[in-house]
Nanobody, 121 residues
């Protein structure tokens, strides 16, 4: 069974920084793209940042220049460094990964449990 476990959420003042981590575990054969999404109250889940297996990245316009996504392929882990946080960044942040399990024929989409980020002014 494959699972994603996130850590690093919390409460921070505007202008501060946080770093999220998401580790994939289980019978993993390979991981393709990994990403972070967020969902604010009353809003749809949106893509924040994504990174391919070759470390190409893309970001939502609202976080460009402030957030950095990276990954450690040896540890099956993806990170999100968040700087210059704003109150509008407040949301539940979800890790996402396309994972092919051992014995599996295709990549499947997996989600973490979510971690709350609250930015106060």
């Amino acid at each position: 069974q494959v699972q994603l476990v996130e850590s690093g959420g919390g409460l921070v003042q505007a202008g501060g920084s946080l770093r999220l981590s998401c580790a994939a575990s289980g019978r993993i054969f390979s991981i393709n793209a990994m990403a972070w999404y967020r969902q604010a109250p009353g809003k749809q889940r949106e893509l924040v940042a994504a990174i391919t297996s070759g470390s190409s990245t893309n970001y939502a316009e609202s976080v460009k220049g402030r957030f950095t996504i990276s990954r450690d392929n040896a540890k099956n882990t993806v990170f999100l460094q968040m700087n210059s946080l704003k109150p509008e960044d407040t949301a539940v942040y979800y890790c996402n990964a396309q994972i092919r399990s051992v014995g599996g024929a295709t990549y499947k989409n997996y989600w973490g449990q979510g971690t709350q980020i609250t930015v106060v002014s």
